[in-house]
């Protein structure tokens, strides 16, 4: 694959490379029930997010419409495991998905910049969710999280990154990572991979 060609040139990323097989990412057509399932999954164990996240889905019939999700009371998306903030959220995605558009053949139209401009208008939604939502639901090869604390992790050992705080550590991370493009999500992946965190459902 081409990205393994041009990410093998960084020395210290070619070892996670070679160790294991290439990636692919997947492009996702129902957008917003992939932004609900991130929201979902914020600040849990996978396991415990697959398990509210299995609920949640058999309320419904595997692939509730928007229409669906913002009909559903709160307390019964409650009682699958959601927050009150995360029930809220949920319906938010539903509800800009029907006013504001989140089609996969609309989003696909714009950049990365776009995209996040777009979806972050909805409450709840920050940079970080939309980012994984870049990689995970519409492909996009070149996308780098700096601000995933895994991959913080990952570069600071791998290349041995002593910053002083998080401002010197984002910048180093973003001049390591500037050479990596147009493949930085591939770059991402090995490194979550390596660490053994990735964030993908």
């Known amino acids: 694959m081409e990205y393994v060609t ?17 990636f692919a990412l997947q492009q996702r057509r129902k957008v917003y029930l992939h932004l609900c399932g991130s929201i979902v999954s914020q600040q849990l164990s996978t396991k415990v997010a697959d398990v509210i996240w299995s609920r949640f889905l058999n309320l419904y019939d595997k692939h509730p419409t928007p229409e669906q999700i913002l009909a559903t009371p709160l307390e019964t998306l409650r ?3 959601l927050s ?18 989140m089609e996969w053949s609309q989003l ?16 709840g939604v920050g940079r970080w969710t939309v980012e994984m939502l870049l990689m995970f639901a519409l492909g996009r090869e070149d996308v780098f999280a700096v601000d995933d604390l895994g991959i913080q992790n990952a570069m600071s050992k791998l290349y041995k990154i002593n910053a002083p705080d998080k401002k010197q550590l984002k910048l180093e991370m973003q001049r390591i990572s500037s050479r990596w ?15 053994d965190n990735s964030p993908e459902k």
């Open 181 to 195: 493009s147009p493949y930085r999500s591939y770059a991402c992946l090995h490194l979550w991979k390596w660490k």
């Open 79 to 81: 009682s699958v495991g």
């Open 108 to 123: 696909k139209k714009m950049s990365d910049e776009e995209v996040i401009a777009h979806l972050t208008q909805i409450k």
């Open 6 to 22: 041009h990410l093998s040139k960084d020395r210290k990323l070619r070892k996670l490379i070679q160790s294991r097989e290439p």
């Open 84 to 101: 009150n903030a995360k029930a809220r959220y949920v319906q938010n995605v539903a509800q800009f998905a029907l006013e504001k558009g």
